[in-house]
Every structure is written in structure tokens, then in C-alpha cells.
């Protein structure tokens, strides 16, 4: 794992003997995105997310997907999560917090989240029954969870409508790109780190 200079970037490779995952971001980017796990629909949810946060995230891994996608969806939050963590480094001059309700035809949600340092996620009615294609839709908690273990954040997100599930989870993905990139924008007041501690 590395921070690159001064720039909002980090690089992250990970190897077990289940997957094989590398990312590249710059949080200050303009939402080009890459992403290739071989999950089809994950692989849309993280574009969607990555470009919403206008982010430059470059993505790409295997896993053991004859078992099934659980360890390559769950690592690629890891990756994810610690990428983020790396390219905001001590949080100087971030907005840290980020909110967006998004809505995608019938289906309405709405992401909170805090780059506090501490990781907390309280996911409400996203569903958790069924698939697209071959992805598991219990498989996006396991996601967000390292994903917010690993960035150091806490995350509300919520499908408040919806009756369409792709409908559902692209509001979902889409509002926590938003909330991302209003919390990791640079705040031009903020000369040190938004907290009253001193460090987040």
C-alpha cells in the first residue's frame, strides 16, 4: 500500500490464497473508471460509485468464484476501503462528512456517512434475497462492511422505496458515490482536521 506525493492517491495489491485484487485511486479525479472482478453486476455497482464520486479507481482481481463470490466481493471492500484510507491520509482539509439522496425511477435512497476514524455501518432495506446474474445480494453487506472497516468510516445507507431490486441498488451505490465525494472534497476554510480532537 502506498500514498503517491502530495496527490489524494493510493495504490493497494492484495494476495491470499482465495483472490488476487489490485487498486489504484486518486480521490481528485474525474471519474474514469476500470473495474473488472468478472462479478458483472458488482462491477456495475463500483462504477457507479466510483463515477458519482468522481473518483479515478482502477479495480481489477480474481478469486475462488468456483466456491462463489463471497471472498472476491468481501476483499474487494477490503482493497477499496484501504485504498481510501491510504489517499486521504490524515484527513487535513477534508469536508469529512457527505450525505446525497438519489433517486433512480421508482426507487429512492439515501447515504450518510462520516470519515470518523471509526468504522460503523447501519444498512436498511437494501434486499438481501436473490441475484443478478451471478451475484449475491447478501453479498453487498459483506462489501460495505469492509469497505467501511477498512476506510475507517461510518456509513448509513438506506433504500427508502423501491420496487425494482436493480432499480434499488443503483440508488444505493449511486447516493454513496455522491456522500463520498461531498466528504472527501477539500473544504478551502479547513486548515487542519475537522475535528475538535486534533485527528480523526
Given at each position: 500500500m502506498a500514498r503517491t506525493g502530495k496527490a489524494r492517491r493510493a495504490r493497494v495489491n492484495r494476495r491470499t490464497r482465495e483472490t488476487e485484487l489490485a487498486a489504484r485511486l486518486d480521490v481528485d479525479g474525474t471519474g474514469k473508471v476500470e473495474i473488472r472482478t468478472g462479478v458483472g453486476f458488482f462491477d456495475h455497482m463500483l462504477e457507479l460509485t466510483a463515477r458519482h464520486a468522481l473518483w479515478d479507481l482502477r479495480l481489477v482481481g480474481r478469486g475462488d468464484r468456483q466456491v462463489d463470490d463471497h471472498h472476491l466481493v468481501e476483499d474487494a471492500g477490503i482493497v477499496l476501503g484501504q485504498a481510501l484510507a491510504a489517499a486521504l491520509d490524515d484527513?487535513?482539509?477534508?469536508?469529512?462528512?457527505?450525505?446525497?439522496?438519489?433517486?433512480?425511477?421508482?426507487?429512492?435512497?439515501?447515504?450518510?456517512?462520516?470519515?470518523?476514524?471509526?468504522?460503523?455501518?447501519?444498512?436498511?432495506?437494501?434486499?438481501?434475497?436473490?441475484?443478478?446474474?451471478?451475484?449475491?445480494?447478501?453479498?453487498?453487506?459483506?462489501?460495505?462492511?469492509?469497505?467501511?472497516?477498512?476506510?475507517?468510516?461510518?456509513?448509513?445507507?438506506?433504500?427508502?422505496?423501491?420496487?425494482n431490486k436493480h432499480h434499488m441498488f443503483e440508488a444505493a451505490f449511486k447516493a454513496l458515490?455522491?456522500?463520498?465525494?461531498?466528504?472527501?472534497?477539500?473544504?478551502?476554510?479547513?486548515?487542519?482536521?475537522?475535528?475538535t480532537k486534533g485527528r480523526l
Open positions: 484527513k487535513k482539509g477534508v469536508s469529512r462528512y457527505g450525505w446525497a439522496r438519489v433517486a433512480m425511477d421508482e426507487a429512492l435512497s439515501e447515504a450518510a456517512l462520516d470519515l470518523s476514524g471509526r468504522s460503523f455501518l447501519v444498512l436498511e432495506g437494501l434486499p438481501e434475497k436473490g441475484r443478478v446474474g451471478s451475484f449475491d445480494f447478501e453479498l453487498a453487506r459483506e462489501f460495505l462492511l469492509a469497505l467501511t472497516a477498512n476506510a475507517r468510516m461510518t456509513l448509513h445507507l438506506e433504500v427508502v422505496r423501491g420496487a458515490g455522491r456522500a463520498l465525494r461531498q466528504a472527501c472534497a477539500a473544504d478551502p476554510r479547513e486548515r487542519g482536521v475537522p475535528s
